[in-house]
């Protein structure tokens, strides 16, 4: 009864190891674009990915936020000029 306790510690290794195994057989594998039919824009942006995945999220995570910013001011500056308010919170009703 007194190495009981030594099951669950068993198990625990056991699972690590098989995790580490896992992972050995995952670094085997290689993340890339095809850029083969890209062009432009597309094929810099695909190419960059397959040279360094981390310019690639600099990239992204800068891009993304900029869209952001100009597709809502371009629709802002779009609901404006066909008469929706949306700096007033009063409903007009008529």
């Excluded at 306790?5 to 690590?16: D, K, R, S």
């Excluded at 195994?21 to 594998?29: G, T």
Aim: aromatic share 6%.
């Amino acid at each position: 009864m007194g190495n009981v306790h030594l099951i669950p510690i068993g198990a625990l290794l056991l699972a690590a190891r098989g995790l580490a195994a896992a992972e050995q057989k995952a670094a085997e594998v290689v993340l890339v674009a095809d850029t083969r039919n890209l062009t432009g824009v597309m094929a810099w942006w695909a190419n960059l990915f397959n040279e360094s995945h981390f310019y690639y999220a600099l990239l992204t995570v800068v891009v993304i936020p900029v869209a952001g910013v100009v597709l809502g001011t371009a629709a802002d500056v779009l609901m404006g000029r066909i008469g929706i308010n949306l700096k007033s919170r009063a409903v007009l009703e008529g």
